[in-house]
Nanobody
């Protein structure tokens, strides 16, 4: 069994920064693509940023220039550095990872961490 555990959410003022972390644990041969999604009440869960095991990244338009995704493959951990935060970034942020276990690829989700941007 694989678990994704997120941390780093919280309350921040507009213009502030937060760094989210997500660590995958369990029986893991390798972590393939990893990423962050967010969901606010009444809306679908949408992709914020993703990163391959080779380090190629992709960002939603709303995140470009403000957010940076990175990972530590040895620790099966992915990070999201969020700068210049805006009230519209308020949402529950979910970690996602495609994990290779015994040659089988499975998609996993974290439990979510709340990010609130407010003065």
């Amino acid at each position: 069994q694989v678990q994704l555990v997120e941390s780093g959410g919280g309350l921040v003022q507009p213009g502030g920064s937060l760094r989210l972390s997500c660590a995958a644990s369990g029986t893991i041969f390798s972590a393939n693509a990893m990423g962050w999604y967010r969901q606010d009440p009444g809306n679908k869960r949408v992709s914020v940023a993703s990163i391959t095991s080779e380090g190629s990244t992709n960002y939603a338009d709303s995140a470009k220039g403000r957010f940076t995704i990175s990972r530590e493959n040895v620790k099966n951990t992915v990070f999201l550095q969020m700068n210049s935060l805006k009230p519209e970034d308020t949402a529950v942020y979910y970690c996602n990872a495609v994990i290779n276990t015994y040659g089988r690829l499975t998609n996993y989700w974290g439990q979510g961490t709340q990010v609130t941007v407010s003065s």
